[in-house]
């Protein structure tokens, strides 16, 4: 396979929030890693200030699969946008849950909160017992991807128009004009829209309407394929896409101590959690027809980070991560979220002895193509 690169840009970093309870990893092993407010705020902190662009927040209702309790996420991205400078939170939102035009106004107003700062992911839920339990209609695979579809046509329109006019399967809109509008940020239409889902129905709304794909943990292989698939689908809508790429990483002094640390976090894995989700998740999955839906060929290790970021083999000394973090870019990549075992520290870690090699490489690759 040969492969042209898709862009020249300096790679962004996002990390994961630890806003709900148990880590990155469904493992027993330790964790210096805490989900309350002092600790994120202290960590969103040190994300701006070691080269970290943006900062995910995840978004579940109820107690899952080692995940007791959570802080609400777009509550929780708004307190750290106020806490930060420069960082941009992206908040998760789930269509189902949210009317667009109550969702557009609150983060429009964190936007002005912010400077500019807010953005979100809209996710299309995989867990049943949350919208069920709350006496929500579960809506059937590719419905949930129509109904997001139409969610986020509807919030950009929001933000962007004075007369939004639209009538679809999910939501209507009679000449809504959302005042104030989002701040106006030069080459940003509006705030973000990222997005994530395996399935070809998340591809396919990925390449008509979000602004960035979110993709699951995968191998170099794995993400051209997705690559392909929903900058395809972006191009025939006449549009681009930006990618974001899930990795774990375990940047220790030597690969021998860094593989040693997966291997205790598999072997330290709470079985029962990781089994309970994995069948959960393979449930909302195998209602695709073409079996291609997230989490559908995940191994048991593979689970133990939910959302597949062992395969992304961001493991070693600092050198090989960073080889990695070029080899994906070569192949589209314009960002990785990552998430860790001790966030703080490791953050810091990555800030000082990971990114300035990234950067010296990219230098060198810009040399090369100049
Ligand atoms: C980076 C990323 C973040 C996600 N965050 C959340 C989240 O916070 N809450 C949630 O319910 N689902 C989350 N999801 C799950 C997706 O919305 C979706 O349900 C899942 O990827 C399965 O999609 P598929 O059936 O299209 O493969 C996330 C997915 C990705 C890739």
């Known amino acids: 396979m040969t ?28 964790q210096r890693t805490d989900w309350g407010y002092e600790y994120n705020k202290v960590l969103a902190q040190l994300a701006e200030n ?10 579940r209702y109820m107690a899952s699969y ?28 789930h269509p189902g849950m949210w009317q667009p035009g109550v969702l557009a106004k609150y983060i429009a107003t964190a936007d002005h909160l912010s400077g ?58 009679h000449d809504f004009d959302l ?24 591809r396919g709304v990925a390449g008509r309407v979000t602004d960035w794909y979110f993709s699951n943990g995968k191998d170099l292989d794995g993400f051209s394929e997705q690559y392909a698939d929903v900058s395809g689908e972006a191009a025939r809508h006449d549009r681009t896409v930006k990618f974001g790429l899930n990795g774990f990483m375990i940047a220790r002094d030597s690969e021998k101590e860094a593989r040693e640390t997966l291997r205790e ?5 709470d079985t029962e959690a990781v089994e309970g989700f994995g069948d959960a998740v393979k449930q909302a999955g ?9 989490w559908q060929d995940s191994s048991f290790e593979d689970l133990v980070q939910y959302n597949d970021g062992f395969r992304t083999n961001l ?5 090989q991560i960073a080889e990695r973090m070029i080899d994906f870019k070569k192949r589209g990549v314009n960002l990785f979220l990552l998430g860790y075992l001790h966030f703080q520290e490791e953050v810091e870690h990555f800030g000082k002895h990971v990114l300035p090699i990234v950067r010296e490489m990219e230098a060198e690759e810009a040399e090369r193509a100049a």
Do not use: C
């Open 66 to 93: 080692g995940a007791d309790h959570q802080h609400e996420s777009t509550s929780f991205s708004l307190a750290l946008l106020l806490a930060t400078e420069r960082l941009k939170v992206i908040a998760a939102v």
């Open 315 to 319: 493991i070693g000394r600092p050198e």
């Open 50 to 59: 070691n080269g970290f662009d943006y900062a995910l927040t995840q978004v």
């Open 3 to 30: 492969h042209t690169p898709p862009h020249t840009d300096p790679l962004k970093f996002a990390y994961w929030v630890p806003n709900v309870s148990g880590g990155l990893v469904v493992s027993k092993i330790e």
């Open 116 to 173: 500019g700062r807010a953005a979100i992911n809209v996710v299309s839920g995989w867990f049943k017992d949350e919208f069920t339990k709350m006496g929500e209609p579960w809506l059937e695979h590719g419905e949930r991807y129509r109904r997001t579809e139409e969610f986020i046509r509807y919030v950009r329109e929001i933000w962007t128009s004075e007369h939004a006019e639209l009538s679809g399967d999910f939501y209507r809109l």
């Open 179 to 202: 005042k104030p509008k989002p701040v106006e940020v030069e080459g940003r239409p509006h705030p973000e829209i990222f997005f994530g889902g395996n399935s070809t129905d998340a």
């Open 265 to 269: 976090i598999v072997a330290k894995a």
């Open 286 to 294: 195998q209602s695709t027809s073409d079996k291609k839906g997230m």
